[in-house]
């Protein structure tokens, strides 16, 4: 009933720039905080931030500075403007949040990952 869909992922070159977009549709109500996660296989997956209904952002210590979340509340989309990416930043990048559907029923959604390589 309810998705996330996130698009954007890719390949870039170390000190490049990619944004992510991830929408929510289906049967919503409203949606709080968003946040975004990654992981690399074989350890375990790590927030990246999060950003309240409100805009409020908070980040990981490893992008902070670099990495910028934003949402649009709208089109129930979250973005996560990735720069001066490094190597170590290659991962499955998700989106995450809880969505309260229509019948007032909070469900937890977390789209289906997009890769993020960052190599020369």
């Known amino acids: 009933q309810v998705q996330l869909v996130e698009s954007g992922g890719g390949l870039v070159q170390p000190g490049g720039s990619l944004r992510l977009s991830c929408a929510a549709s289906?049967?919503?109500?409203?949606?709080?905080?968003m946040g975004w996660y990654r992981q690399v296989p074989g350890k375990q997956r790590e927030l990246v931030g999060t950003?309240?209904?409100?805009?409020?952002?908070k980040y990981a210590d490893s992008v902070r500075g670099r990495f910028t979340i934003s949402r649009d509340n709208a089109k129930n989309t979250v973005y996560l403007q990735m720069n001066s990416l490094k190597p170590e930043d290659t991962a499955v990048y998700y989106c995450?949040?809880?969505?309260?559907?229509?019948?007032?029923?909070?469900?937890?959604?977390w789209g289906q990952g997009t890769l993020v390589t960052v190599s020369s």
């Open positions: 995450n949040t809880v969505i309260v559907t229509m019948t007032y029923r909070p469900l937890e959604v």
């Open positions: 289906g049967s919503i109500f409203s949606i709080n905080a």
């Open positions: 950003i309240t209904s409100g805009g409020s952002t």
